[in-house]
Nanobody, 122 residues
Framework: QVQLVESGGGLVQAGGSLRLSCAAS????????MGWYRQAPGKQRELVATITSGGSTNYADAVKGRFTISRDSAKNTAYLQMNSLKPEDTAVYYC????????????????WGQGTQVTVSS
């Protein structure tokens, strides 16, 4: 009932920048929070950044000062601006959303996007 579609991944040299987007669509009543996670080969999925409906943000220590999460509530879209990229940022980046879905009796829903590959070359 809800789709999360990421875009913006790719290959970039160390020190470069990328901007990821995550658009949520479907029977969305409201979005409580959206976030970005990443998973590198052989590693567990880890939190990168989250943003609440009120605009509060949270970042992993590894990305503080380099990444910025934002959202456009009117478009149900979250963004991740990634600057000063490092080879260790290479991973599949996943969007996550904590939602209320449905129109008559909204219910909680937590969904994931399909992931977008970010590769940073040294």
């Amino acid at each position: 009932q809800v789709q999360l579609v990421e875009s913006g991944g790719g290959l970039v040299q160390a020190g470069g920048s990328l901007r990821l987007s995550c658009a949520a669509s479907g029977k969305i009543f409201s979005i409580n929070a959206m976030g970005w996670y990443r998973q590198a080969p052989g590693k567990q999925r880890e939190l990168v950044a989250t943003i609440t409906s009120g605009g509060s943000t949270n970042y992993a220590d590894a990305v503080k000062g380099r990444f910025t999460i934002s959202r456009d509530s009117a478009k149900n879209t979250a963004y991740l601006q990634m600057n000063s990229l490092k080879p260790e940022d290479t991973a599949v980046y996943y969007c996550n959303a904590d939602l209320l879905i449905g129109t008559v009796i909204p219910r909680k829903y937590n969904g994931w996007g399909q992931g977008t590959q970010v590769t940073v070359s040294s």
